[in-house]
């Protein structure tokens, strides 16, 4: 028995593939590691994943948020912890701590910030499932 051969199977990776992103069409490589990580082919290229990440809506849930001082943070969920100021309350105002919010994340020279900031409240009592938009849009 050798454990020094068991150890390489163990580290050996799949080769390096090129795929295509769906999004802006350059060719990146997914490397072998990578694909080791992920569960599945990712459909964009990491410029574009890491763009999506800004712009997607996301959900988290206020961790803390001091009045007086005008700003807080936001525990988001997958676990990242985003600035929030005052700023981007908008009609909201103030924070408490354990409401659930919607919100997108900007990147400033400081560090990414909560920006477009919305009350999803709590957990809904009512589970009102959302209709597929079906309907045409209002205009
Ligand atoms: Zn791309």
Redesign the pocket.
Known sequence: MNAGSELISTLRLPPDRTLS?S??G?RFVWTGWEQQQAANTPE??P??RALRLFTQRRRGVVKWYAPQKGYGFITASDGSEVFVHRRALGRLRSLRRGQVLAFRVEPTPSGPQAVDIRRIGRHSQRRRQSQPSTSPPKS
């Open positions: 992103c999004q802006c350059i964009c290229c410029g574009c």
